[in-house]
């Protein structure tokens, strides 16, 4: 099974700030690697997908990029809607996929 | 508008069995290749199982495999999943997803609202 680390496991940021998180792979997954945005109560939700392509709706905030092993999301400029837990998940060894163990982004 | 809608879940004790469901509207079922994942409360996200568009490639994680069945009716535009052996550490919601498939793989792209299991005595 491919595992994906996922760091920090936690941060804290303010409005207005940029973020990155970091998903490293335990090898090669090309560009299969998706990133999900998950808030309290709620299903995740689809971000980005080949590692660097933005899902229709997504705000331009957000971009990923990477080929491995390391993989990021970067969000700029942080609105008070993106406070939430992040996901990575690799789709390379489809139909066998794994997500990271997530990254939850608080309010500094 | 594409709504995955899962139910079934329950409180069940620990050995016993469940079945879940998840049916599809807005969509042509048959086309997509479809999954359940699982978070327990306070965790992270686990894949389950995932079931090819006509139902002919099935998948599973290590930690269900032959425990759960996944399974599809197209003329139904549902998906079931099959729970038996049920222990503590099966204990999630449940989530029903669409797989968006290109190039052969690809993520989630839509997710219902989830079904709860809880597994205790």
């Known amino acids: 099974a491919i595992d994906l680390t996922q760091s920090p496991s936690s941060l804290s940021a303010s409005v207005g700030d940029s973020v990155t998180i970091t998903c490293r792979a335990s090898?090669?997954?090309?560009?299969?690697l998706a990133w999900y945005q998950q808030k309290p109560g709620k299903p995740p939700k689809l971000l980005i997908y080949?590692?660097?392509i933005l899902e229709n709706g997504v705000p331009s905030r957000f971009s990923g990029s990477g080929s491995g092993p390391d993989f990021t999301l970067t969000i700029n400029s942080l609105q008070p809607e993106d406070f939430a837990t992040y996901y990575c998940?690799?789709?390379?060894?489809?139909?066998?996929?794994?997500f990271g163990g997530g990254t939850k982004v608080e309010v500094k | 508008e594409v709504q995955l809608v899962e139910s079934g879940g329950n409180l069940v004790q620990p050995g016993g069995s469940l079945r879940l469901s998840c049916v599809a509207s807005?969509?042509?079922?048959?086309?997509?290749?479809m999954s359940w994942v699982r978070q327990a409360p306070g965790k992270g996200l686990e894949w389950v199982a995932s079931?090819?568009?006509?139902?002919?490639?099935?998948a599973y994680a290590d930690s269900v495999g032959g425990r759960f069945t996944i399974s599809r009716d197209n003329a139904k535009n549902s998906m079931d999943l099959q729970m038996t052996s049920l222990g503590a550490e099966d204990t999630a919601v449940y989530y029903c997803?669409?797989?968006?498939?290109?190039?052969?793989?690809?993520?989630?792209?839509?997710w219902g609202q989830g079904t709860w299991v809880t597994v205790s005595s």
């Open positions: 997803a669409r797989v968006y498939y290109y190039d052969a793989s690809g993520p989630f792209d839509f």
């Open positions: 998940q690799q789709f390379n060894s489809f139909p066998q996929v794994t």
């Open positions: 080949g590692a660097s």
């Open positions: 807005g969509i042509t079922f048959s086309n997509y290749w």
């Open positions: 079931v090819k568009g006509d139902g002919s490639v099935k």
């Open positions: 090898r090669g997954i090309a560009s299969g």
